[in-house]
């Protein structure tokens, strides 16, 4: 601001004329206690059956499908190919089997004469499991053993030769490999109905006995010091939501501030309220500054503009304007129904006038 020639005076008399707006916030300062997921969990309550019963109605969970790791050879032909053509592409891929049976390279086969996309790479596929191949090509593969080629399987995409190169059988965890995630699951499930149990009575209280359900809670009370919106409370993060309810109450009353079930919902008590104040001049003076500032460059924007516009109206184009002024152009496309113009933003009297324009204000 030293670097401007806004003076002091023109700063205080600015600051005079629009006290309002350079207000505190509404500030607060509570005593609260959390209850979270932690604060219900219990693994020894997790009874045996509950585990078991558990496991079994949620096997599929713990079971890791088979998996197959193939190549494969394709010659393309249409569902509805005629027979002539099928045959002789099934002779095709038949003396292949033989080269095959002789020794040669399936790979060296499948980039020779594979007319699928996987041809540059021996035809391979990588490892695939259940439901992610077409029926017809899914059960030929998993019924092969590691090394073994298929017989010729029509698929919808043609006639396909298949080599398995590898295999992963499926697997079910036993009950003992998961017993800890299951017994840390339910103790969730309860922690969760109890954290909603809870919370709904506790909203309930109306400041009678705040303190002795912190107690059976077993949780701390903390007194905050003073915060307002745009404050970060220490453990609790950002007071933006909690203020927006802390509005609508009065000191002594109590209320809950929800959040996820890990961060904890927290339970409060309002101590005192400050409603918002004029800042001293002194405390605002950055902010009574660009504020100025900001007005200023308005009014300069504004000057500008209307000194330009007599120019086009006195003959001069808006091109000789750009070169001369060094100025930017910009073209927006807009149409009755926009609502947002970049750079600009919402602005429904600049639409309603770029509608009233003729062409003799074109740039050019």
Known sequence: YKKTNVSDDQLMSYYQNNKDNFKTLNKFRIEYFTISLETFKDKLKVKEREIRRYYKK???????????????????IVPDAPEKLLVEKQDKLKKLLDKLSSGESFEELAKTHSEDGTSSDGGDLGWFGPGEMVPSFEDAAFSLKIGQVSNIIRSPFGLHLIKI???????????????????????????QKRLREETNKLIGIAGKSFFKEAKKLNANVIKSDWFDSISVIPKLGSASDLTSQLLQRKPGDIGVWERNPVMGNVIYRIIETKNPEIKLFEETKEDVFAAVQLENAELIAIETAKKYLSKLKDGSSISELIEKHNLKVETIELTANTRFLPKIGKNKEFIKVGFTLNDTLKYG
């Open 58 to 76: 949620n096997i599929e969970s713990y079971v890791t499908p088979p998996k197959v790791k193939a190549r494969h050879i394709l010659v393309k």
């Open 165 to 191: 190169e590898d295999r992963k059988e499926k697997i079910t965890k036993s009950l003992e490999d998961v017993r800890l995630e299951i017994i840390e699951i339910l103790n969730d499930k309860r922690a």
